[in-house]
């Protein structure tokens, strides 16, 4: 089983940063891809970002060119470095694990920018 936990949340005026990060358990992490998704209040979940095992990233039209996914197999982290942050950003951010048809999530950690 693997457990996921994303930190660095929080409250955040418009055009900040933060810098989001999200530890994995287990031993599979250097062969899974990482996915940052975000869902707002009445919103569904959505794919913002997403490195795979070999580094290649996608991102949501959105936030292309202010948020860079990243990640560090010794640590078993994957990254999301947050720019420019604007209030529409405000959501509860999840890290997601895929390992071959398998998907873990974690809890989650809420983004807050205020205008």
């Known amino acids: 089983q693997v457990q996921l936990v994303e930190s660095g949340g929080g409250l955040v005026q418009a055009g900040g940063s933060l810098r989001l990060s999200c530890t994995a358990s287990g031993t599979i992490f250097s062969s899974s891809g990482m996915g940052w998704y975000r869902q707002a209040p009445g919103n569904e979940r959505e794919l913002v970002a997403h490195?795979?095992?070999?580094?290649?990233?996608f991102y949501a039209d959105s936030v292309k060119g202010r948020f860079t996914i990243s990640r560090d197999n010794a640590k078993n982290t994957v990254y999301l470095q947050m720019n420019s942050l604007k209030p529409e950003d405000t959501a509860t951010y999840y890290c997601?694990?895929?390992?071959?048809?398998?998907?873990?999530w974690g809890k989650g950690t809420l983004v807050t920018v205020s205008s």
């Open positions: 490195i795979s095992t070999d580094y290649s990233t």
């Open positions: 997601n694990l895929g390992f071959i048809s398998i998907n873990y």
